[in-house]
């Protein structure tokens, strides 16, 4: 049993480093590191028990590389810095799910469920050590009682989201543990969990002065993010995102942690900060050593989707783009009238007969497809201010149907099920969180031998603040892509990436503090247009900021893409 990976379920495992008595052995599969003859579980219960383990002063430990359980004494001093992480936490957290019935499984004295309340949360919080709960119910006033998960017998389905901040290196075996979250989490739930990543370049560069790893004893499993996808897959998960989480703390706590791996440099260090009042000053750390990882909890209802968890920017801002700004975008793309070409260049030669275009805008593209001869054209946009200037710009038009309607569930392309010749969809699919769904209605809606276009944002390194805003949901790859695409039961024509010019300006956007695409950039990116088509019809890039794929619905997929679709859903 020890030899084997309790993340990944790899029998492949090497002895890595012993701590404080205790051998650990890590993953050859995933990097997960865990202690391969865990103390019974009373024993490691007892370490929690007392009020030292939140107040202690940090201590090495007479075997000489171990660390004493517990937070530092600064941890009620750090209230104001930990609750600024949790929030950050909830501004994701709250893209998954509206404020509803949380779960914090060791809440500890109560700073994420104070947060969380003055969101909007109903918190309920569990913990084994008595001071903390003691301190969560009578400093905090909160909802808080002595017990571990498996003993505290929620209800089925009771939460609408689930955290477990520092908490899952503390468990011997995460896969019980996080298998009881996703039962006491409603399908569709999320889970947040904040846990050390062993897999990461920094804590094996450490190996055993990694502090982490040092606490080995009270921390029994250090996933890496690859052992900890693998567990959540396993207990009925869907992996959305993550990001590496630093800490904020004064100089002084950093002193006193960098002395746990550094004694003389803190010895030499403490007194100079004290003299210069530069103890009190706070900074933040980052070493890329402990991951935030989110995901929904699978069921009949939720959503499913074809791509891994992308990378998330580490703070996402809530504020998105009024409808204004985004009809002010659109109206910019219409006048980068080269791009616009260039972009309807990709797919022409399939327009013909019934077309269907699912994200139609403000009609840019609609235009084009109407002079090039469609038959009928159905027009499918959700935004109103969107779906009003299409009205006064086509909505005479004979040839033309307008439905305000979202993906998966539109009636209208329901309506049209296997009469399509030709329906075109960019930059919508990153929006929609089950796009496979979503590629099956628009599937669904063509006719044998009848042609899907879909453009979507490609390069998930790219990912960041803008994606957030605009609300992507993930930028994609060759392969993600493709594996929609065939979900959906269509085979692809062809698949490459399109519009290398555009990746340099949507980096720096992305980088830069202001969140949108700005006219004049746009405008002289169009300049850029003319020379760049040319070269790239010739050259083909192997990357582009965006990928396109041509794909077709055979006679024989037809049927057995319309059977799985309704079988499945
Ligand atoms: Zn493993």
């Known amino acids: 049993m020890s030899a084997v990976c309790p993340a990944c ?13 205790l051998p650990l052995r890590r993953c050859n599969s995933c990097a997960s590191l865990w202690v391969a003859d865990p103390p019974p579980s009373e024993a490691t219960e007892a370490l929690y028990r007392e009020e030292s383990y939140y107040t202690a002063e940090p201590t090495v430990e007479a075997s000489g590389d171990g660390i004493a359980p517990g937070y530092t004494g600064h941890y009620l001093l750090d209230r104001h810095n930990v609750e600024a992480k949790f929030a950050e936490v909830f501004d994701h957290v709250e893209r998954y799910a509206s404020p509803g019935r949380l779960l914090d499984v060791g809440c500890g004295p ?11 949360w109903q918190g309920r919080g569990i913990d084994v050590n008595e001071w903390a709960v003691t301190y969560a119910r009578e400093e905090m006033g909160l909802d808080v009682s ?21 908490l899952v290196e503390h468990v011997a075996d995460p896969e019980s543990l996080m298998a009881e979250a996703a039962r006491v989490t409603r399908p569709g739930g999320v889970l947040a969990i904040l846990t050390p990543d062993a897999g990461s370049p920094v804590s094996r560069a450490l190996g055993r002065r990694w502090p982490e790893a040092r606490r080995a004893g009270e921390h029994l499993v250090l996933l890496s993010l690859e ?44 007194p100079i900060l004290k003299r210069t009042g530069l103890a009190r ?3 933040e750390l980052d070493p890329h050593t402990k991951f935030v990882l989110y995901a929904r909890r699978a069921g009949p209802r939720a959503p499913v989707h074809g791509s891994s968890p992308v990378r998330l920017p580490k703070r996402v801002p809530r504020a998105r783009p009024t409808e204004r700004a985004v009809l002010e975008e659109l109206r910019a793309l219409a006048e980068a009238t080269r791009l616009c070409d260039w972009m309807f260049e990709q797919f022409a030669r399939y327009v013909h007969g019934r077309v269907v275009e699912v994200g139609a805008g403000i009609g840019t593209f609609s235009r084009r ?32 149907a307008i439905a305000r309607e979202l993906l998966p569930d539109a009636p209208s392309l329901r309506a049209r099920a296997g009469q399509s010749d030709f329906v075109l969809c960019q930059n919508v699919l990153e929006h929609i969180e089950d796009d496979v769904a979503a590629t099956t209605a628009m599937a669904d809606a063509l006719r044998p031998g009848g042609h899907l276009t879909l453009l979507v944002p490609a390069m998930p390194r790219l990912y960041g603040t803008l994606d957030v805003v605009y609300g992507h949901w993930r930028r994609y790859t060759k392969d993600g892509l493709r594996s929609v695409v065939e979900a959906a039961g269509l085979e692809v024509v062809e698949l490459y990436p399109f519009n290398a010019l555009g990746i340099p300006g949507w980096w720096a956007k992305n980088r830069g503090a202001r969140v949108e695409i700005g006219r004049s950039a746009l405008r002289a990116y169009d300049a850029a247009v003319g020379p760049w088509r040319a070269l790239e019809r010739r050259v083909k890039p192997p990357f582009g900021l965006s990928l396109v794929v041509h794909a077709v619905k055979t006679a024989e997929h037809a049927s057995t893409a319309n059977t799985g679709s309704n079988g499945a859903r």
């Open 146 to 166: 002595r017990a571990t998960l498996e003993d505290a017998g929620f209800e089925e389905g009771e939460f609408d989201a689930v955290t477990m901040m520092d």
């Open 369 to 400: 497809i109407l002079e090039a001869g469609a038959s009928e054209l159905l027009l499918i946009e959700p935004e109103d201010a969107c779906a009003d200037e299409l009205e006064r710009a086509l909505g005479g038009e004979p040839r033309v």
């Open 227 to 270: 052992g900890a996808l693998s567990v959540l897959r396993r207990t009925g998960y869907i992996p959305l995102g993550w990001h590496y989480v630093g800490k904020t703390s004064s100089l002084a706590t950093l002193a006193e942690d960098v002395g746990l791996a550094l004694p003389g440099l803190a010895r030499a260090a403490t």
């Open 110 to 120: 109560g700073f994420l469920l104070s947060v969380a309340r003055r969101r909007g």
């Open 281 to 283: 000053r706070e900074l």
């Open 9 to 21: 379920r790899s029998a492949h495992s090497r002895a890595a480093m012993e701590v404080a008595g």
